[in-house]
């Protein structure tokens, strides 16, 4: 968690996990005194927009027209994809009807279901609850069907690049998942960000339209707040907070002081 702060205004910015294993403490020393002290709670998506991010998925991920999933892999890939399909609760993904980019999230969310991670226990759940009880207001900075367009907007060759990379990763996925989950937990920013930068530097599209030109839409929102008064909680995805091109980077290169506060 980073802290820009002025004469009358604190905004804080927590980097979280969207999905956590049951029992993980996160609300303690800073964090949970920055829960106490914000006047309002930023996520990625509102509460009204996280409810309706389900229902834009189903609209938005099937494709045109079916194409199986083994026209789209190659052979290791589509065998690795193939095993993680298998897993868990056994569920086949219906991949052969949705478009690449919503296979990759099927995948990803098997491999979390695998690796005992619940967004129930998830940093967000746990802070709406938290606000929602202090009556205090939560907003979000996009909308459920702009956040999944970033992806159903990728050009196809792209989208391939990143399904393919998913699917030749698959038997590693629950593996890097627990690794991942376990470098937030203890505070490891280098770690994560070793693991965010290898998982999207190969495909520079997807880097730039999912984590690079959000941040600094954000960014410029977070320049705005800090012209009025408050205390702020912003919770977003760990990767928009690390790296040099992390939200606390590009507000430093603006000219804000930002301090890792835990």
């Known amino acids: 968690m980073w802290l820009v702060e002025d004469n009358d205004t604190r905004l804080y910015m927590l980097g979280t ?18 829960v106490a002290a914000a006047d309002e709670l930023v996520l990625e998506l509102s509460p009204g927009e ?20 083994d026209r789209r892999l190659p052979a290791p890939a589509l065998a690795a994809y193939r095993a993680l399909e298998a897993s868990g609760n056994g569920q086949p993904f219906g991949g052969d009807a949705l478009d690449d980019w919503a ?10 279901q695998n690796a005992r991670l619940s967004p129930a226990d998830g940093v967000e759940t746990g802070l709406m609850a938290a606000f929602s009880a202090a009556g205090k ?11 999944l367009m970033l992806f159903e907007t990728l050009d196809p060759a792209t989208q391939r690049a990143l399904l393919t990379k998913a699917a030749a990763g698959a038997g590693k996925a629950v ?14 920013v280098k770690a994560l960000e070793a693991m965010v930068n290898e998982d999207v530097d190969t495909v520079p599209a997807a880097r730039a339209a999912i984590i690079t030109e959000r941040n600094r839409r954000w960014t410029a929102w977070a ?21 040099a091109e992390g939200m606390p980077a590009m507000l430093a290169a603006k000219g804000y002081k930002v301090v890792r506060v835990q």
Do not use: N
Not at 234 to 243: K, Q, W
């Open 50 to 69: 996280l409810a309706a991010a389900g229902g834009e998925f189903q609209q938005l991920a099937p494709r045109d027209a079916p194409l199986p999933i």
């Open 137 to 147: 207001p939560i907003t979000g900075l996009e909308t459920a069907r702009e956040q």
């Open 103 to 112: 296979v990759m999230v099927a995948m990803g969310q098997r491999a979390a």
């Open 17 to 34: 996990m969207h999905a956590l294993p049951a029992g993980t403490d996160w609300d303690e020393g800073a964090v949970g005194k920055a």
């Open 175 to 188: 593996a890097e998942v627990e690794a991942l989950t376990a470098a937030w937990s203890r505070g490891d």
């Open 223 to 243: 320049s705005w707040r800090m012209d009025r008064p408050g205390t702020v909680l912003v919770a977003v995805g760990t990767g928009h907070l690390i790296g």
